[in-house]
């Protein structure tokens, strides 16, 4: 079993605010993505290598608000903030049979769609998770299949140089990071939390943290 970063949750209460800020930081702009229907939400995304990418996600104007809490919590952020992370698997289903059988809890897996500013809907397959509340250490799963990934058509010219997790709990993070096959660095600490760092071509620095 073996996964990878697929791509980071930058949340903000304002999109294209946040996509200024990035572009000022790292020289590079991010696209944008498209909107999530029903969801209430849509994104920007910068591509962080290959299959990896930053994904700006904020409340959608044009869209009405859903019944339902925005996820990630960002019917509430009082300023943009990292939120979650995706970890793509090589087998979606055999990752989350592996994780629950040591004891992890992870959501069904669930269809998901974006409509994309060319008017194209992305398909991919996820598993359902606290992400739903709010800020998440734990990586929620992602599988885009046979399908084109984001990163792929998403502007170049950044890389992510640093990513760790802190959680009151590292060793049961590790351990759920170790079934996945995944090294990331653990740090002790009163509260959960994300930090990341961005680095642009010419050497400009971003650090994101929840």
Do not use: K
Not at 32 to 49: C, E, I, K, V
Not at 171 to 190: K, S
Request: proline share 10%.
């Amino acid at each position: 079993m073996t996964a990878t970063v697929d791509h980071l949750v930058y949340g903000c209460p304002d999109l294209g605010e946040a996509v200024e800020h990035v572009a000022a930081a790292l020289g590079v702009r991010p696209a944008y993505g498209g909107q999530h229907p029903g969801q209430g939400t849509h994104n920007a995304l910068l591509s962080l290598g290959p299959r990896t990418y930053l994904e700006i996600i904020a409340p959608d104007p044009a869209q009405p608000r859903p019944a339902q809490p925005l996820i990630f919590g960002l019917g509430d952020l009082p300023g943009p903030a990292l939120r979650g992370w995706a970890a793509a698997p090589d087998d979606l289903d055999s990752a989350v049979d592996r994780l629950l059988s040591q004891g992890f809890e992870y959501g069904s897996v669930v269809p998901g769609q974006r409509r994309t500013a060319d008017g194209r809907d992305l398909r991919w397959r996820m598993t359902a998770g606290p992400h739903d509340a709010g800020l998440a250490v734990a990586p929620f799963l992602i599988d885009w299949g046979n399908g084109a990934h984001p990163a792929d058509g998403a502007p170049t010219g950044a890389v992510l140089t640093e990513f760790a997790l802190s959680s009151p709990d590292p060793e049961r993070l590790e351990a759920q990071l170790a079934a996945l096959g995944m090294v990331v660095r653990v740090e002790p600490a009163n509260q959960p939390g994300l930090r990341a760092v961005l680095s642009g071509s010419a050497g400009q620095q971003l650090v994101l943290a929840s």
